[in-house]
């Protein structure tokens, strides 16, 4: 039996998509391991979203390559997004490589690791519920795609370029696929796309995400379902009523990405600081305890000390639950980038480090109000660090980018079974909470 060690680089939609490779290899026998030394085949699915994602994979197929000499005979697949912008230069970079998958073929894999020949698709592969799937994360939640691609123009952004317009899955088939989840014991699924809002506009479908999430709240055995990645303009009236349903997590992830007017416009993005502010009191008045999160770009070309007070002021009256920031990158290809890179790296460092700084300190506050509070914590299994801690999440705690809740290990084994528990909230830190098991 022939071993494949797959490691995935970049984003949870990614993920996903290693996950449906690891279902069709081992559909046809081949076995998954961990460690890359002891495979015969290794894939890389690789992210090529900005520079430094692209430093990464240059670094793994590096990798890889050593040890492929060292063992003599293992075979290298590179696949994902950079391979998928950059296949011709890539091949002439690494000819050892053995082959090259982009975005469009995952469900290929196995034809290509046999040495097959396929014909290549025309458009970037989205999987369904008759796909195979090998979760690779706790038992107890799941991601779930929802669409592929992109048909925003953002300046700033190569996913339209590496992925093409935007291209929805069907409603009856991510049911299908959220059934078949809760019935292997998911109790969180965590929606993802480079754009849920948009959910259903490329079949003409109005309130697409809407109507998704009222047929998806009817699965029995699920009770959170998490929406991530929204852009602001597309949240509806019939979207935030549709998000007060109980088993719908309150937790809002919009990308706003800045504030100052001029700059969002020359981001070619549509909603500017003023107009953020408004959206954000609208969310907090509808859905009380809702979590908003957002991405957002420092360093952009034009983007001078009094732009970028303005995103100062704007974190600080928004006060977030949850905050990342990325440095701008320029792409070949986007609109921005004959509009070059004028802003020094370090320049673009102090400013993200200024955002944080300032939200590290919002959130320690915000965090405060959870004191004392008995809440349901989806538990994910020990603390690696420490075993005497479990870790878990609340429901305004997305996997993977935000803090944790950390409970004190119970004197008897607790019900692995029913991973969401009642905790009572004991202490709180910046970002993490600490709490212990209530009867």
Not at 27 to 35: E, I, K, N, S, Y
Not at 87 to 96: D, Q, T
Not at 365 to 384: C, Q, S, W
Request: aromatic fraction near 8%.
């Amino acid at each position: 039996m022939k071993t494949v060690a797959l490691i995935t680089f970049g984003c949870a939609k990614n993920l996903v998509d290693s996950e449906v490779m690891a279902g069709y290899l081992e559909q046809a026998g081949f076995a998954l391991v961990a460690d890359p030394k002891k495979a015969d085949i290794v894939i890389l699915n690789t992210c090529g979203f900005i520079q430094p994602s692209k430093a990464e994979a240059d670094e793994a197929i590096l990798e890889a390559l050593r040890r492929k000499r060292k063992s003599g005979s293992q075979k290298i697949v590179v696949t994902g997004c950079y391979a998928e912008r950059y296949k011709p230069v890539l091949k002439e970079k690494y000819p050892e490589v053995d082959a090259w998958i982009g975005v469009k073929d995952f469900d290929k894999i196995v034809s290509v690791i046999k040495g097959g020949l396929f014909s290549e698709s025309g458009q970037t592969f989205l999987y369904s519920d008759i796909s195979p799937r090998a979760i690779s994360t706790p038992s107890s939640w799941a991601y779930l795609k929802i669409s592929e691609g992109c048909s925003h123009q953002c300046a700033f952004c190569a996913i339209p370029l590496i992925k093409g317009a935007y291209q929805s899955r069907d409603i009856a088939s991510i049911v299908k696929e959220t059934e078949t989840l809760a019935c292997r014991g998911i109790k969180e699924i965590n929606l993802i796309s480079q754009d849920t809002t948009c959910f259903g506009t490329d079949r003409g479908l109005k309130n697409g995400l809407a109507r998704l999430l009222q047929k998806m709240t009817e699965t029995r055995g699920l009770d959170w379902i998490r929406v991530l990645y929204g852009y602001p303009e597309e949240i509806t009236d019939m979207l935030l009523e549709v998000m007060q349903d109980p088993k719908i997590c309150p937790y809002f992830d919009i990308p706003f990405q800045h504030a100052d007017t001029a700059l969002v416009r020359k981001m070619r993005r549509a909603m500017d600081g003023e107009r953020a502010l408004k959206l954000i009191k609208k969310i907090r008045q509808k859905i009380s305890d809702a979590a908003i999160r957002t991405s957002l770009l420092v360093g952009f070309p034009g983007e001078g000390r009094t732009e970028f007070q303005r995103l100062v002021r704007f974190v600080e009256e928004a006060r977030f639950d949850h905050l990342g920031v990325f440095t701008y990158s320029r792409e070949d290809g986007t609109s921005a980038y004959p509009l070059g890179d004028p802003i020094k790296e370090t320049v673009k460092q102090k400013r993200k480090n200024e955002i944080l700084e300032i939200q590290a300190a919002i959130s320690a506050e915000n965090l405060k109000k959870y004191l004392g509070r008995r809440l349901d914590v989806l538990i994910e299994g020990a603390f690696k660090d420490n075993s005497n801690l479990l870790v878990g999440r609340i429901r305004t705690q997305a996997p993977e980018v935000d803090g944790v809740v950390f409970v004190d290990m119970p004197g008897e084994a607790w019900d692995a079974r029913n991973p969401i528990q009642k905790v009572e909230i004991l202490t709180t830190d910046v970002y993490d909470l600490h709490g212990k098991f209530t009867r």
